[in-house]
């Protein structure tokens, strides 16, 4: 048993136990702190991406219990991919906090571990229960930053946040529940095998199951026509909660990728492929709701929300597909989208807090101060949002479109992304213009020293430099991701491992 | 048993979705709480219902009842518990500071 398995949940568990242990320290040491923690994370979260880099799936059975009657944590590559995205994406929206977001209210900083422990562990656990109790961590700490730094609209977005998710929570225990009912497991990979096996008089329970937890994960992912709390509540949000919330709907993404691939995988006989012809309906009607909302959208951080909507249409195109390339573009295309996202909530604030009471309303207004700086950044970032080349964005939606070309529905995937890429640059062009372009000539008074604006706009230029970096380093990735589309498509191997532990 | 078992989870999730869609907070937090129980109800009606057959391993017993499902309501109950103390306390805030608990957070003539 392998114990860098469960070392990126207890790394942040424990930061945040010690960070409220902590909790009357001064500021700035708890700040370098949660900052170290958040390194140390990222250490030991490239460690285990290098022990799984070579195919090896690593499990952990919990109290030594082993599979399936132990809850079991596995490392595969796929678990591995996502926890580094979500920590080098947690590294810059806790620095963007750093700023002053994290005094506003108590346990910034508690919370943000907590969230990042809640993330982790969804990745990381192979026991469909766990994963349930997992959502519930994240979410949990996720309404605290949501609602941190408190006000009437936050509180009245919040609410609705909290009780959608309740809502759908007990649909997922009513799932869970059902799937125990007739498998008597909740192993993922024995439930693959058990579902293999279920009684011609069952198949009805089990596919309404099945189907029920992807309506759970479609909600969590936003996906139409479940998507409506995300954008308000992602505007209402402070910048850097915001920007972290950027990787919650990849967790639905996640969950999706892995019951579909695993739970009612090949494996799984004649419940195999039970979600595939749902997928791709879903992504697109997803896609296009998506950035129809953003178009009609009069504020930048409301477009932005509902762009994340629209990328996680494309994520779950790339699932819905069904075939390693186009699963490799997803993958390759997710910390690319998240990253980009969470830029764009933090430029959108950085421009909110230049324009009085315009904020961030697509209006021309005054100029801003540090006005080219912000263009700048603002062009980048767009670039990034909307695809173009030649930044990684553009390699992967290529990628999806050369593996769209073929499929029987191809026509469709390829006329809706196309088209929602051209909507995506005709936004973001608009939205520039309007921001930038069109201000009028009399500036505003310099509200802020040159060094503030250094430490505002860092966290931006850092995700912009990670998405250089992910475009640099395309083909060592690109390597990566089909490995763990590969891998993805042949679950066989991840029972295999799972079920085997106990015995060794 | 089974079909008293049933009605009452059903009766349960139709109240709980009926006032879970209401326009105020309070009606939408009794209705997740209903949801809650009803769901509670479901998972442990899960493991087959048993009467009088104990959990764990007892020389004397003939049958068992399934052990694991009243783990997983006991999980449920502690999660939901915390998520409503949170929603109620949230709603009061909302209340507070919107000035109504209706959930668009406008006040109705």
Sequence with gaps: MNHIVIAPLLAPLSAGVLLLLLRHLDLRLRRVLSVAALLAQLGLAFALTAHVADGAILTYALGDWPAPYGIVLVADRLAAWMLLTTLLLALFALLAALRGLDAAGRHFHVLFHLQLF??????????????????????????????????????????????????????????????????????????????????????GLARAAGLLLLAVFALKCAAAPL?????????????????????????????????DSLVFGPASGPLSGLLDPWLLPLALLTLALGTLGALASRR?????????????????????????????????????????????????????????????????????????????LFFLTALALAGLPPLAGFIAKFMLLRAAVGHPASVWVLGVLLAAGLMGV????????????????????????????????????????????????????????LATAAQLAEPAGYIEAVLSAGDG | MEALV???????????????????????????????????????????????????????????TDPLPQALVLTAIVIGFGMTAFVIMLALKAYAELGDDHVDGERRP
């Design chain 1, 118 to 203: 809640g993330l982790a562990g969804a990745f990381l656990t192979g026991d469909l229960f766990n994963l349930f109790v997992f959502f519930e961590v994240l979410l949990i700490a996720s309404y605290g930053l949501m609602l941190h730094g408190g006000g009437a609209a936050r509180v009245q977005a919040g609410l609705r946040y909290v009780v959608v998710n309740l809502a759908g929570s007990s649909l997922f225990l009513i799932a869970v529940g059902t799937l125990y009912g007739v498998t008597g497991t909740l192993n993922m990979a024995d439930l693959a095998r058990a579902l293999a096996h279920t009684p011609a008089e069952h198949l």
């Design chain 1, 300 to 376: 930048l951080r409301l477009a932005v929300a509902h762009l994340v909507v629209a990328s996680a249409g494309t994520l779950l195109a790339a699932i819905g597909l069904a075939s390693p390339q186009a699963l490799a573009a997803g993958l390759y295309y997710l910390p690319h989208t998240s990253l980009a996202a969470a830029a764009a909530f933090l430029l959108a604030e950085a421009v909110a807090v230049r324009r009085g009471a315009l904020a961030d309303a697509l209006d021309p207004g005054p100029a801003m101060p540090a006005q080219r700086w912000l263009g700048a």
């Design chain 1, 426 to 481: 005709i936004l973001l062009a608009r939205s520039g213009s309007l921001l930038f372009y069109r201000s009028s000539t009399h500036t505003v008074v310099e509200a802020k020293g040159a060094a503030a604006l250094g430490a505002e706009l860092s966290p931006i230029a850092g995700l912009l430099l990670l998405i250089v970096a992910l475009t640099a380093a395309a083909p060592q990735l690109t390597t990566f991701t």
């Design chain 2, 6 to 64: 049933a009605m009452v989870i059903g009766v349960l999730t139709a109240g709980g979705v009926y006032l879970v869609l209401r326009a105020r907070t309070f009606p939408v937090v009794l209705g997740l709480t209903l949801l809650s129980y009803a769901v509670n109800l479901f998972l442990f009606a899960m493991g087959r219902l048993v009467i009088g057959a104990p959990p764990v391993v007892a020389e004397t017993a003939h049958a068992y």
């Design chain 1, 227 to 259: 998507h409506l709390w995300l954008p308000a509540t992602y505007a209402q949000a402070s910048a850097p909660v915001a920007a972290l919330f950027a990787i919650m709907t990849k967790v639905g993404v996640y969950s999706i990728l892995r019951a």
